[in-house]
C-alpha cells in the first residue's frame, strides 16, 4: 500500500528577498511531498516558476507542477527593494499556512525569510516567525532549534541583547524550555529518553562560582530535581568544550542559554543546509537558516538548500505525527 505524500505549505516570505525565487525553483522537484506554495502566483512566475497549478486540497497535481494557494502582493515586488505595503501580504501567507495547519489540510509548514523591520515599517509589531505563530496556534511558549544533521541545538533564549540573557534565564523559563525541548524529541522525533546536554551559562559552566553563580543557584538545583524524575539530562557543561565530537556523542540536543552560544558552532557545521524547527507548537513548522539577502535577490545565484532541507525536515517531522 501506498502512504499517501504529506502536505506542505511554503511560504517565500518577504518578496523582494529571495525567498521568492527559491520556491519558484522547487517546481517540478520531488521532494517526497505535496508542495504548496502560499504566495501570489503572479510574483512566482517572474522569478522564474513554471508549471503553476491552483491548490486542491481532493486531488493532487501532475507531475511537474507547484501547487500554489494564492494570496494577493499589495503592489508589485521589485527585488532587493522593501516595500511596506506588502508587510500585509507577508503576514497573510503566514497565516494562511499556519491555520491550514490547524485545520488539517496541511501537515506542516516551511518558512523562507521575512524581514522583520519593513513589516514593523508598516506599522505592524512583529518580532518574528516564531512569535507570530505562537500567538496564531495559542502555544505558551515556542522553543527554537536548529539542526544540521545528527546536531541538534536548542536556544534558552532567542533574540535578545547579552546584558539581558542572565535575568531572563529563570528556573521557570529554563524548565519549561527543558520539557518542550524533551517532550518533542519524543513525541515529534520519535526518540525514546533523548539525552539533551545542557551548556553553563558562564565560562567554564561559573567555575565552582568563581565565573558565575547562576550555576549553583539556578542551573545545577533545576537539572538535579528532573533528573530525579527521570530526564536524560547532562550539564551544566562548559560551552567551550561542550561541542567537541567526544561530548556529543551519544546526545540528542544541545540546550544553549543564548544566541550566539550555540548557533555559531551548528551553522559552522552545517550553514546553506541547516533547519530551523519551531518546537512547542501544536503544528510541524520548519525554516530556513538564512535571511532575505536582498542583495541576490532576482540574480539568479541564491542557493536553495536550507529551504530544501527545511523541506525534508517537515516531511519526516510530518511523517512521525502522522
Known amino acids: 500500500m501506498n502512504t499517501p505524500r504529506p502536505c506542505i505549505a511554503v511560504t517565500p516570505g ?36 513554471t508549471g503553476l497549478v491552483p491548490f486542491d486540497p481532493e486531488r493532487e497535481p501532475r507531475a511537474g507542477t507547484l501547487e500554489v494557494l494564492p494570496v494577493s502582493l499589495r503592489r508589485p515586488a521589485v527585488p532587493g527593494r522593501l516595500d511596506p505595503a506588502n508587510a500585509a501580504y507577508v503576514l497573510e501567507t503566514l497565516r494562511r499556512a499556519g491555520e491550514g495547519c490547524l485545520a488539517g489540510r496541511f501537515a506542516a509548514m516551511v518558512t523562507a525569510p521575512v524581514h522583520k523591520g519593513v513589516i514593523n515599517e508598516a506599522g505592524v509589531p512583529f518580532s518574528g516567525h516564531t512569535e507570530f505563530l505562537a500567538e496564531l496556534t495559542g502555544a505558551r511558549m ?10 541538534r541545538v536548542a536556544l534558552a533564549t532567542t533574540h535578545l541583547p547579552l546584558r539581558a540573557v542572565p535575568d531572563a534565564i529563570t528556573a521557570e523559563r529554563l524548565e519549561t524550555v527543558i520539557r518542550i525541548l524533551v517532550g518533542d524529541l519524543e513525541c515529534r522525533y520519535g526518540l525514546a529518553a533523548p539525552r539533551v546536554l545542557v551548556a ?5 559552566a561559573g567555575e565552582g562560582g568563581h565565573l558565575g ?32 565530537p567526544r561530548s556529543l556523542q551519544g546526545a540528542d540536543a544541545v540546550l544553549a542559554m543564548y544566541h550566539d552560544q550555540g548557533l555559531p558552532v551548528l551553522k559552522h557545521a552545517g550553514f546553506g543546509r541547516a ?48
Do not use: C, K, W, Y
Request: hydrophobic share 50%; glycine share 12%.
Open 213 to 244: 553563580g547562576e550555576e549553583i543557584e539556578l542551573i545545577i538545583p533545576l537539572l538535579e530535581r528532573l533528573r530525579a524524575e527521570g530526564l536524560n539530562l547532562v550539564g551544566p557543561l562548559p560551552a567551550d568544550t561542550l561541542f567537541t
Open 275 to 322: 533547519v530551523n524547527v519551531t518546537l512547542g507548537l501544536p503544528i510541524v513548522r520548519t525554516s530556513v537558516d538564512h535571511g532575505t539577502a536582498l542583495d541576490l535577490a532576482g540574480s539568479g545565484r541564491a542557493e536553495g538548500g536550507s529551504l530544501r532541507a527545511a523541506i525534508a525536515e517537515a516531511v519526516a517531522l510530518a511523517r512521525v505525527a502522522a
Open 142 to 151: 515556542p522553543v527554537m532549534m536548529l539542526t544540521a544533521g545528527s546536531l
Open 14 to 49: 518577504e518578496p523582494a528577498g529571495i525567498g521568492p525565487e527559491l520556491v519558484a525553483a522547487l517546481a517540478g522537484e520531488d521532494l517526497g511531498a505535496r508542495v504548496v506554495a502560499v504566495a501570489d502566483p503572479e510574483l512566482l512566475g517572474a522569478r522564474g516558476a
Open 200 to 204: 553553563g551559562l558562564n565560562p567554564h
